[in-house]
């Protein structure tokens, strides 16, 4: 059973072009949840899709927008990048019935990306 | 959202047991505690989760006591490969809208 998978495992970017990063969820799952970790902090929650919309939105510009497809694969999108936007970019997928009480997130290797 | 205090940085030697804290003053009734491992590049890795009292699987134990504004995470026995960053997450279980991350400690183990 394949767990969540991400690619590209590391790219680079020149500031002001666009990045796609990819996320296939852990089998079962219908939640796809990103994160921005920036070296030495926590990760930072961007949002959460489920049933193709965006349901839940951390505290992220418009520069970051997202998608998810019918199959629950997801994509995270983020425009003008800025130097800032150098970090480990995570996936998180987990099941909505679990997502009131109990339930764990299910985390990828995340894409490393370096702006310069 | 429940903001949550772990110490930076810890360290132990083989084979002892580490006891790390989390203080959540904030906590809402509907909160859980979940604690997450990281090892560097990689994603967090579930370590356990509890409500209340006291919750044990086969990597570690969590303790919560009754007004439930800390937890404790004991990992008996460590070892080195246990030297990673350990993040107490407080929130609506796999609710990532409304759950924080902190910045975590890290524990390193020494032989």
């Known amino acids: 059973d394949a767990g969540v998978t991400q690619s590209p495992t590391h790219l680079i970017k020149t500031r002001g072009q666009q990045v796609t990063l990819r996320c296939s969820p852990k089998?079962?799952?219908?939640?796809v949840s990103w994160y921005q970790q920036a070296l030495g902090q926590g990760p930072q929650f961007i949002f959460q899709?489920?049933?193709?919309?965006?349901?839940q939105r951390g505290n992220f510009p418009d520069r970051f927008s997202g998608h998810q497809f019918p199959n629950y694969s997801s994509e995270l999108n983020v425009n003008a990048l800025l130097l800032g936007d150098s970090a480990l970019y995570l996936c998180?997928?987990?099941?909505?019935?679990?997502?009131?009480?109990?339930?764990?997130?299910?985390f990828g290797e995340g894409s490393r990306l370096t702006v310069l | 959202l429940a903001k949550t205090t772990q110490p930076i940085s810890m360290d132990s030697y083989e084979g002892q047991e580490v006891n790390i804290t989390c203080s959540h003053n904030?906590?809402?009734?509907?909160?859980?505690i979940t604690w997450y491992q990281q090892f560097p590049s990689q994603g967090p890795r579930f370590i356990i989760q509890?409500?209340?009292t006291k919750v044990t699987n086969e990597v570690a134990s969590l303790f919560i006591p009754a007004d439930r504004k800390s937890s404790t995470l004991s990992l008996p026995r460590v070892s080195l490969s246990d030297t990673a960053v350990y993040y107490c997450?407080?929130?609506?279980?796999?609710?990532?809208?409304?759950?924080?991350f902190g910045d975590g400690t890290t524990l390193t183990v020494k032989p």
């Open positions: 997450l407080v929130g609506d279980g796999a609710n990532a809208g409304k759950s924080t």
């Open positions: 904030n906590i809402a009734t509907n909160d859980y």
């Open positions: 899709y489920y049933e193709e919309e965006e349901r």
């Open positions: 998180a997928s987990s099941r909505a019935r679990d997502r009131v009480g109990t339930g764990e997130l299910f």
């Open positions: 509890g409500y209340k």
């Open positions: 089998s079962g799952h219908d939640t």
